[in-house]
């Protein structure tokens, strides 16, 4: 069967491929520190931010963390909140527009534009030095896809029990946290991890991989030994 169209030559940059433009910057103001719920013009939610004590002007990391299917804002932020004090996370959880995230349901557009809006705000108000994605079930292979897209801006991903990577273009070599329960009934490990991690390998990613014995759930020390990883500690 003959394709459609000639192969671009070029991959396009666009949110249509999963490109972001935010970039961290000098804040221009000075914003809230603690829980803040962001909401559209309409009132819903568009986001949770959580930002450490204290605002001394030294940088975050900044961790955006994408919920899974059907789910909400708090249950990204939650991913990694008790651990955000002690490795000072600015923790960033966008909701999807639909009930899982546009990749899953037509394509990358309208939450990679959702969430370059995002990170442009919260760089405006906080100093950043380092971004991190990450996610969970869904949003795992979400954050996987859009942060292999955007290795010039990410330089680690967290993948809690992720099935699948689909990156239409990459950027750089972000280095990449898996977790997977090996009794996980929603996304069984060996049709997913243990596809999706020997194949990062392959590609050069530098992959850290920990399976546990649980379903599909984030253990309190699997989120504990991600926040570790991702700061070094």
Do not use: K
Request: aromatic share 6%.
């Amino acid at each position: 069967m003959a394709e459609p169209a000639t192969p671009h030559r070029v991959p396009e940059e666009s949110p249509r491929h999963g490109r972001l433009t935010a970039r961290p910057g000098p804040p221009s103001v000075r914003a809230a520190t603690g829980l803040v719920p962001l909401t559209d013009a309409a009132g819903d939610p568009l986001a949770m931010v959580y930002a450490p004590e204290p605002a001394d002007g030294r940088p975050y990391r900044l961790v955006l963390l994408l919920h899974g299917a059907g789910g909400s804002t708090r249950q990204g932020l939650d991913l990694l909140l008790p651990v955000a004090d002690t490795h000072r996370l600015l923790l960033v959880a966008p909701q999807a527009a639909a009930s899982s995230w546009d990749l899953i349901v037509e394509g990358f557009g309208v939450d990679v534009r959702r969430i370059d809006t995002l990170l442009t705000s919260v760089f405006a108000g906080h100093p950043v030095d380092r971004v991190a994605f990450g996610g969970f079930s869904d949003g795992a292979s979400y954050a996987l896809s859009l942060g292999l897209t955007n290795g010039d801006l990410v330089d680690a991903v967290v993948a809690f029990s992720p099935g699948f990577a689909a990156p239409l273009v990459t950027h750089g070599r972000p280095r990449v946290y898996v977790s997977h329960g090996v009794a996980d009934p929603v996304l069984p490990v060996e049709a997913c991890s243990r596809r999706l991690v020997p194949r990062l390998r392959s590609l050069g990613y530098d992959v850290t991989y920990h399976e546990f014995p649980d379903g599909h759930e984030v253990p309190a020390d699997i989120r504990a030994e991600a926040g570790s990883w991702l700061t070094g500690a």
